[in-house]
């Protein structure tokens, strides 16, 4: 299972991004698909999650200026960032987990991560 994320990058303060993350190899098909933050520092925190169910899950701190997104035909993940703000700035990660026969849970999938930084 691999997590290929792309859309970060240099945005000044007010701005907007998009991240996309696409998940290749074998998934069953109740996934749940996620984006973390990790800021230089500071541990890796939830952005927003897309359960398997249809929940989405946001952080109190960030939801109002972020919509996450999932198209299940392409296994992809969204993320609209708006409003940006130099605390947002750190490395942004797609996360899946699905479940398995028997129906536990796999273990955490991560992406290599995208590099979102807010700078005047």
């Known amino acids: 299972v691999q997590l290929v994320e792309s859309g970060g990058g240099l945005v000044q303060p007010g701005g907007s991004l998009n991240l996309s993350c696409t998940v290749s190899g074998e998934i069953s098909s109740e996934y749940s698909m996620g984006w973390y933050r990790q800021a230089p520092g500071k541990q890796r925190e939830l952005v927003a999650n897309h359960l398997k169910d249809g929940v989405i899950l946001y952080q109190d701190s960030t939801k109002d200026r972020v919509t996450i997104s999932r198209d299940n035909a392409k296994k992809t993940v969204y993320l609209q960032l708006s409003n940006l703000k130099p605390e947002d700035t750190a490395v942004y990660y797609c996360?899946?987990?699905?479940?398995?026969?028997?129906?536990?849970?796999?273990?955490?999938?991560w992406g290599q991560g995208t590099s979102v930084a807010v700078s005047s």
């Open positions: 996360n899946t987990r699905f479940v398995l026969n028997g129906g536990i849970w796999s273990s955490d999938y």
